[in-house]
């Protein structure tokens, strides 16, 4: 029921998004192409949390994940926005897991192949030199790939229409450049209890102004 839920709403949003568009078509004001790093620490992820017994129960786990994403956005003259991302990490990435009580051990190598993200989002002060920002939108395709330590592929999971948010800062240095500093929640494990990854990611951006 819950996924249904869930499910739904994405498509909800989905429709908004293509009626955003659609209705501010003729205030267009601007093309934004731009190159966002982040660094992100999934959690929730099963096979990141495996011990070497095979238990995944009572314990905590930590990987850390670089990211690189391509975004696209549209910036229409009333401040809203639309914006379509896709990425995916560096490298991969070794987990730590900690049993309660336990002592800190070599987990998984967890890879990011991939994400890709739409969003709906507001820009305050769009004409002043600091311009925050609000988003939300969904979260498509990400795909987290589990290695044993050293070893073959262990195991892969694929995330889909998962509730997205965040918010952030843009500087426009110049009538075509602007660089931002930006918070997203490209997923939230806790949302609805689906046991999906919870994926925010804390990032840096520049972007060139058409």
């Keep these: 029921m819950e996924i249904k839920m869930k499910t739904s709403l994405n498509k909800k949003f989905i429709a908004l998004f293509a009626c955003t568009a659609l ?16 660094t992100s620490k999934p959690k929730n992820y099963d096979q990141c949390a495996c011990t070497p017994g095979g238990s995944i129960e009572d314990i905590e786990a930590e990987v850390d994940i670089d990211l690189a994403l391509a975004q696209m956005r549209y910036v229409f003259n009333n401040g ?70 050293d070893g073959p592929e262990f195991g892969r999971e694929n995330y889909s229409n998962e509730f997205s948010y965040g918010a952030g800062v843009n500087w426009n240095f110049s009538e075509n450049f602007l660089v931002g500093l930006e918070y997203f929640q490209y997923s939230n494990g806790d949302l609805g209890d689906t046991g999906a990854v919870d994926l925010s990611t804390w990032s840096a951006s520049i972007a060139y102004r058409f």
């Design 80 to 149: 809203i926005f639309v914006e379509l991302r896709h990425g995916k990490g560096f490298s991969k990435s070794e987990s730590r897991v900690t049993p309660r009580g336990g002592e800190t051990v070599r987990g998984l190598d967890i890879e990011l192949d991939g994400l890709t993200n739409t969003s709906i989002g507001y820009r305050f002060f769009a004409d002043q030199t600091f311009s925050p920002y609000v988003m939300l939108g969904t979260t498509t395709n990400i795909v987290l790939t589990a290695f044993l330590p």
């Design 23 to 38: 209705c501010s078509f003729n205030a267009l004001a601007n093309i934004e192409i731009g190159l966002t790093l982040g």
